[in-house]
């Protein structure tokens, strides 16, 4: 038995412990401080950004450095479109030109033609999409160039397009055991394509017509591709090429297996014997050190069921293939996959995530608004829709939009979503790539999936011009068609719905009102008689009803135009409602003795004209006039009395002379608010008048703007 170590032995062995913890916390410090340099630096460059662009609108000439580098992103969830985007340098590196002259005769003919011919590599880039070779390249590269401290989704997986034939998706539906379903999902593996298709083949299919068959006879450079078992294969030949020590005799080894005799361009120039599936897998483990192939499916075939795509995902576990995340614009499609547990040669691994694609910042936003975007959703859009852009002297000066970033965020923590976004790289400078780089390493809390760069990590290709471009691609037409939206802010939400309530608020124009109405601007009590000329209607400032003015004769002087026995005319207004010159029914005249004072409910036929005075009224008629016509609505009719005798006939008086006109006089000012109006005025009726005008149906038929005037 040993000795028991001393005291010296024991101090030492914890002071060195002590020292590793210090140094362990220590190093977790600088690391710590590195990020946050890095955050603030981005930070920083945004900002400048910003200066630059408020300067290009002002009349500072400002000016971006033309340099392609970007700040390196960390959090580069995948390669968009297999690395795209790195098809220029793929191009420009001599020993990858000769890999894809070995691999794919056909499509190295096709881009030598292309850049003899002068095309840029805007034009380069959607020849490579989905190629195998150059997503072999994009790992490579990404793998010489990796950083300690990357995210742990960085580069989780390659992007594939796939295509299905829809027969197959119908037959794997109508099976009715699994087994039956086993062998046609075999078969759907087996013809599947990993290819994006024509922005024709795309509009199509999104009418629901099948372009499987078009995509096969689609040229790899045209945006076509290969058949899934074929590109595994390539893939991995890439590799086994790009990490050859010889390449010559790497060539010469791969030169030698036979091709398949195929006049379908999907198939062309692919090699006859397959690779085991667990050779490329060993190869991507020594040059990555990961321990599978991952790969993000985009299914592009819209007949696609979520049942159906989670008996995909179990199909390529058992090929030895782990799903990453499974993507759609349509939520439809997705929902529910990630439930499936996979398991790779062995190794469990949790369900795909599932990844709701956007057009924009502003469809995310509506998407929530309506509900359609579930809590803890994965979510990725056009970076291209957080990013502005002003012009400048020579070319665009862009900027971020500061303000859609912090309300993202604050959607981001509402929801709990995971966010990430992608550019159309054929459409994309180095200076939108190079803001949206730094944007993603400024925001690592608000880009959880960061930025889905499809070439280098630290590299772009497309010099700015004078035309913005800002990775928006085929995809700024669906803004323009009202298929895509940009992100609505607080401020321009505020506006709007201010001009909304302004705008609802408006009243709209009145209608015209019936023939039996008087006119809008002379009130129902104060219409004059028809046959009194406009000049001797009273005016505003008359003194009240029981004080008659200094030039009007006195009641008991009957007009000139309107003898004794003349019944008033039909504008006169109903008898039971005094005009403003006759005193109330209940003050007799000054010369009436009181018992000769009609009563109140005498009808109005036989209530003598006001105009004349009570002992002046002629004889009644022999006949009854008629009735009155039935007005729409009001009291019930009053009961019939016996008849007044009639007063003895007075002897005629002279006419009076004419008076002379009154000159027409300018309207007076309308009264102050507190004061009440008064008792005759011709714009309100006294207070008793208004109320009985309330219960009339005259009043209730009067448009709705004219009762509350």
Not at 23 to 28: Q, S
Not at 429 to 456: I, M, V
Not at 457 to 482: F, I, K, N, W
Not at 493 to 501: A, G, I, N
Request: aromatic share 6%; net charge negative; proline share 15%.
């Amino acid at each position: 038995m040993p000795p028991p170590p001393s005291l010296s032995t024991r101090l030492l062995a914890w002071i060195g412990r002590a020292w590793g913890r210090v140094e362990a916390g220590w190093a977790r410090l600088l690391g710590r401080a590195r990020r946050r340099r890095r955050q603030l630096t981005a930070e920083a460059r945004i900002l400048g950004a910003e200066v630059l662009q408020l300067g290009a609108q002002l009349w500072v000439p400002a000016r971006l450095p033309a340099a392609f580098k970007l700040t390196p992103i960390r959090t580069q969830f995948y390669g968009h479109g297999a690395f795209m985007g790195a098809a220029p340098a793929l191009v420009a590196d001599a020993r990858w030109r000769r890999i894809v002259g070995l691999l794919m005769p056909d499509v190295a003919a096709d881009l030598r033609e292309a850049i003899e011919a002068g095309c840029d590599p805007a034009r380069l880039m959607p020849m490579m999409e989905n190629n195998p070779v150059l997503a072999a390249f994009g790992v490579t590269q990404g793998a010489a160039h990796r950083a300690g401290d990357e995210s742990p989704l960085h580069l989780s997986g390659i992007e594939w397009d796939l295509f299905v034939e829809a027969e197959q998706i119908a037959a794997w539906e109508a099976a009715t055991d699994d087994e039956a379903r086993g062998r046609v999902m075999a078969r759907v593996l087996d013809t599947a394509l990993i290819a994006h298709a024509s922005p024709a083949d795309t509009v199509q299919e999104a009418m629901g017509i099948c372009q499987y068959r078009d995509v096969r006879k689609t040229r790899k450079t045209a945006l076509g591709g290969v058949e899934l078992d074929a590109w595994l294969v390539l893939f991995g030949r890439a590799l086994f090429l790009g990490a050859a020590a010889d390449l010559d005799a790497a060539c010469a080894e791969l030169a030698r297996d036979p091709r398949c005799d195929s006049d379908e361009e999907c198939m062309r120039f692919t090699f006859a014997r397959p690779w085991p599936i667990e050779r490329t897998v060993e190869l991507h483990r020594q040059v990555t050190g990961k321990p599978c192939v991952s790969v993000i499916v985009e299914i592009k075939s819209l007949r696609s069921t979520p049942s159906f795509l989670a008996a995909v995902v179990a199909a390529l576990n058992a090929r030895g293939v782990h799903v990453v995340a499974v993507a759609s614009f349509s939520r439809d499609e997705i929902a529910g996959v990630s439930a499936v547990a996979q398991v790779v040669h062995g190794a469990p691994h949790p369900g795909p995530r599932e990844v709701q694609f956007f057009h924009y910042a502003g469809d995310l936003q509506a998407a929530c608004a309506a509900g359609r975007v579930e809590q803890g959703q994965s979510v990725m859009f056009n970076g291209a829709s957080l990013l502005d852009a002003s012009p400048g002297v020579d070319r665009p000066v862009y900027s971020t939009k500061l303000r859609v970033v912090a309300e993202l965020d604050a959607l981001r923590r509402r929801h709990g979503l995971s966010i990430g976004f992608y550019v159309q790289e054929g459409d994309c400078d180095h200076a939108a790539a190079g803001l949206l780089s730094d944007l993603c390493e400024a925001r690592p809390e608000t880009f959880e999936l960061g930025f889905a760069w499809g070439g280098l990590r630290d590299l772009a290709h497309l010099e700015a011009t004078g035309s913005p471009r800002l990775g928006y691609g085929s995809q700024r037409v669906l803004e323009y068609v009202g298929k895509a939206r940009q992100w609505s802010t607080e401020d321009a939400r505020s506006s709007r719905e201010t001009e909304q309530l302004r705008h609802d608020c408006q009243l709209p124009p009145a209608p015209a009102p019936p023939d039996d109405v008087p006119p809008d601007d002379v009130p129902p009590d104060d219409v004059p008689p028809d046959d009194v000329p406009p000049d001797e209607v009273p005016p505003d400032d008359v003194p009240p009803d029981d004080v008659p003015p200094d030039d009007v004769p006195p009641d008991d002087v009957p007009p000139d135009d309107a003898p004794p026995d003349e019944v008033p005319p039909d504008g006169v207004p109903p008898d039971d409602v005094p005009p403003d010159d006759v005193p109330p029914d209940d003050v007799p005249p000054d010369d009436v003795p009181p018992d000769e004072v009609p009563p109140d409910d005498v009808p109005p036929d036989e209530v003598p004209p006001e105009d004349v005075p009570p002992d002046e009224v002629p004889p009644a008629p022999a006949v009854v006039p008629p009735p009155a016509p039935a007005l729409p609505a009001g009291p019930p009719p009053v009961p019939a009395v016996p008849a007044v005798p009639p007063a003895p006939p007075a002897p005629a008086l002279p006419a009076p002379p004419a008076l002379p006109a009154l000159p027409a006089l300018p309207a007076p000012p309308p009264p102050p608010p507190p004061a009440p109006p008064a008792a005759g005025s011709p714009h309100l009726p006294s207070a008793p008048q208004f109320l009985e005008l309330q219960s009339s149906a005259w009043l209730q038929a009067w448009p709705v703007r004219h009762r509350v005037q």
